[in-house]
C-alpha cells in the first residue's frame, strides 16, 4: 500500500510538472486538394514542396500562405511517395511501384524529365534521402532476398543501381515502409542508416544490421521512421529515435517508439510514449522532437523520453527547414500543417 501511495505521489507531482512545460500547437495552412501526401521537403522557412497520390506536386514559397498545385503529365495515376527539393526550382520525386520512377524539374515544376526507371516486378520504392545537393540514396523493398538501392553523385540527374552482391540482405517477410520517406536518413558524410518492419523489424548501416525492439512479427507492424541528431559526429553519442507500431492499430502504444543515445547499441523505452501509430519523427534541436501518425500528432522535449499529445489532426510526415527554425507537416486530402509556438 505504501509503494502504491508513493507511485501515485510521483504520477501526481510529474503530471504537474509535465503540464507546466511550453509545447507547440499545430496549424491546418491548406487542406482540401484530392491527394495523400506522404512526401515532405522544407528547403527554408518559406519553400516547401509536397507531393502525394494522383500525381500530385505541391510547392510553396511564401511559407505556405499560398500554394500552387501540380499534377505531373503522363503520371496522373501514380502515387510519389517521397520528395527532396533543393531550392523552388529544383526537386526530385519518388514514383514507388511497377514500375518505379525517380523524376526532376528544374524549372518549378512546369516539366518534368524522367531520371531513372525500373520496370522489375516487385520493384517498390520506400525512401530517398541526400547528403547534399549532389549525393543521394533511394531504397526498395527486397527483390529475391535482398534490399533494393540505388545511388546518385550529380544532384539526381543519374542513378546507379548497387551492385546485388553487396546488397543488403532481408529476412523472410521483412519490408521497408514508404510512409513518409524517412525511413531513410544520413547518418554520415557517406553513409545512410534505414529501418525494416514486417516480421522482423532492424535498423541497417554498413555494419551488421541491429534488431529493433518495435512491435514485430505481422505485416503492419515495425519501425516506419528513424531520426537522427549530430549526423556526423564519430564520438559514438549519437541520437537516434525510432517510431512505428501497427498501421492497423492506430491508437495502440505497444512497443512504438524507442530512443537511444549511443547510436543504435542500446535502445530505451519512453516513459510516455506517442499516443498511437506512427509514420514519421524529426528532431527539432537537440531535446526537443515531432512524430506524427494516424490519429495524431506527439511532442517531446526530453530526447523522446515522455511524449505529450499536442493535436488530434492526423498527419503522415513532418520535417523541419532544411535552412531555418520552421516545421510542417503534410498528410491526407492536402492537408498541410505548422508548428506554432505560443
Known amino acids: 500500500m505504501f509503494q502504491y501511495i508513493l507511485l501515485c505521489l510521483f504520477l501526481v507531482v510529474y503530471s504537474s510538472i509535465f503540464a507546466q512545460k511550453n509545447y507547440p500547437e499545430v496549424q491546418i495552412i491548406t487542406t482540401g486538394t484530392k491527394t495523400n501526401i506522404r512526401g515532405l521537403s522544407v528547403v527554408t522557412d518559406n519553400v516547401i514542396w509536397v507531393c502525394g497520390s494522383q500525381g500530385t506536386v505541391g510547392k510553396s514559397t511564401n ?24 531550392d523552388a526550382t529544383r526537386a ?33 520504392l520506400d525512401a530517398m534521402e541526400f547528403w547534399n545537393e549532389q549525393s543521394g540514396i533511394v531504397i526498395g523493398d527486397p527483390i529475391y532476398g535482398k534490399f533494393f538501392i540505388a545511388r546518385t553523385f550529380d544532384g539526381g540527374n543519374t542513378w546507379k543501381e548497387i551492385p546485388d552482391d553487396k546488397l543488403p540482405k532481408a529476412d523472410s517477410g521483412e519490408v521497408c515502409f514508404a510512409a513518409s520517406g524517412t525511413n531513410l ?44 541528431f549530430d549526423n556526423y559526429k564519430h ?4 541520437k537516434m529515435v525510432v ?15 524507442f530512443y537511444s543515445n549511443n547510436g543504435g547499441k ?50 503522415h510526415v513532418c520535417r523541419k527547414a532544411k535552412v531555418g527554425n520552421e516545421v510542417y507537416l503534410a498528410g491526407a486530402n492536402g492537408k498541410v500543417g505548422k508548428l506554432i509556438w505560443r
Open 63 to 86: 511559407g505556405g500562405k499560398n500554394w500552387k498545385w501540380m499534377t505531373v503529365k503522363g503520371f496522373e495515376k501514380k502515387d510519389f511517395r517521397d520528395i527532396e527539393a533543393f
Open 92 to 124: 526530385v520525386i519518388m514514383s514507388v511501384a511497377e514500375p518505379a520512377y525517380l523524376l526532376k524539374t528544374n524549372d518549378g515544376g512546369i516539366t518534368w524529365k524522367v531520371v531513372y526507371e525500373n520496370k522489375k516486378k516487385g520493384m517498390f
Open 185 to 228: 536518413r544520413a547518418l554520415d558524410r557517406d553513409e545512410a542508416v534505414f529501418v525494416t518492419g514486417g516480421v522482423r523489424s532492424r535498423m541497417f548501416t554498413k555494419s551488421n544490421p541491429i534488431d529493433l525492439p518495435m512491435i514485430q512479427g505481422k505485416e503492419t507492424t515495425g519501425a516506419n521512421s528513424i531520426a537522427i
Open 235 to 238: 564520438n559514438g553519442g549519437r
Open 243 to 257: 517510431v512505428g507500431g501497427d498501421f492497423n492499430a492506430d491508437s495502440s502504444k505497444k512497443k512504438n517508439c
Open 266 to 315: 542500446t535502445w530505451n523505452n519512453p516513459i510516455i510514449p506517442p499516443h498511437g501509430y506512427r509514420s514519421c519523427v524529426e528532431f527539432i534541436n537537440r531535446k526537443d522532437l515531432l512524430s506524427c501518425g494516424i490519429n495524431g500528432v506527439d511532442f517531446s522535449l526530453n530526447g523522446g523520453k515522455d511524449w505529450i499529445w499536442i493535436s488530434k489532426e492526423g498527419f
